[in-house]
């Protein structure tokens, strides 16, 4: 596609349902990023998906994060049993990947915005 | 794993003025250091970037340095418009391996007509 793309825009739920978050990289690209924005806060990384490497997890804040990306493009960030304070705004990002010419410039999606009551 | 520090986090000059801003790193494998802008309820864009392998870049109105030894960077915006006024962001990463972009926490920029 043209642009990162992700749905929802806007996502409320209550407290203690499971979400899911989608990520349309651009095509073609290996590297896709997964960070949390908290309001006026920065940007706070959650997982790195390359290609077929296994993914670096290390930013996750808790076993209630999970990410998948099937087939090297779309990918779902699911947070189970959500709580108030993963209250945020989570934006996906693609980059050509590595070995490509402008391997780390990232593009950012508009961002999911997730409110939990 | 990296570490990014990014110092002010607020920052107010008028307009005309220079702004610059100031990061550090800690791994010093880290190779390539882009700069995102993020207007205010927009997503971040790459602004400028540079790699270890040169000490300066300069694009227009925005300048970049790198201290490889200190293993700090900056970003230098002159003449500063209102348009300028944005949260930047820095950011680490080595650009040859499988690595994460990692972000500094930002700085708000306000640019006073």
């Known amino acids: 596609g043209a642009g990162v793309s992700q749905s929802p825009s806007n996502k409320v739920t209550e407290k203690g349902k499971d979400v899911e978050l989608r990520c349309d990289p651009i095509?073609?690209?290996?590297?896709l990023y997964w960070y949390r924005q908290s309001l006026g806060q920065g940007l706070e990384f959650l997982i790195y998906?390359?290609?077929?490497?296994?993914?670096?997890k290390s930013g996750l804040p808790s076993d209630r994060f999970s990410a998948e990306r099937t087939g090297g493009s779309v990918s779902t960030l699911t947070i189970q049993r959500t709580q108030q304070e993963d209250s945020a705004v989570y934006l996906c990002?693609?980059?050509?990947?590595?070995?490509?010419?402008?391997?780390?410039?990232?593009?950012f999606g508009a961002g999911s915005r997730l409110t939990v009551l | 794993g990296e570490n990014v520090e990014q110092h002010p986090s607020t920052l107010s000059v008028q307009e005309g003025d220079s702004a610059v801003i100031k990061c550090t790193y800690s791994?010093?494998?880290?190779?390539?250091f882009p700069w995102y802008k993020q207007e205010l309820g927009k997503r971040p864009q790459l602004i400028i970037d540079?790699?270890?392998?040169?000490g300066e870049k300069k694009d227009q109105r925005i300048a970049v340095t790198l201290n490889k030894t200190a293993k700090h960077f900056s970003l230098h915006i002159t003449e500063t418009q209102p348009e300028d006024s944005a949260v930047y962001f820095c950011a680490a990463s080595i650009q040859t391996s499988y690595d994460k972009v990692i972000f500094g926490p930002g700085t708000s920029l306000s640019v006073i007509p």
């Open positions: 540079i790699r270890s392998n040169v």
């Open positions: 791994d010093s494998a880290s190779n390539y």
């Open positions: 998906f390359q290609g077929n490497s296994a993914p670096d």
């Open positions: 095509s073609g690209h290996t590297a």
């Open positions: 990002a693609s980059s050509p990947g590595q070995g490509s010419s402008g391997a780390n410039v990232l593009t």
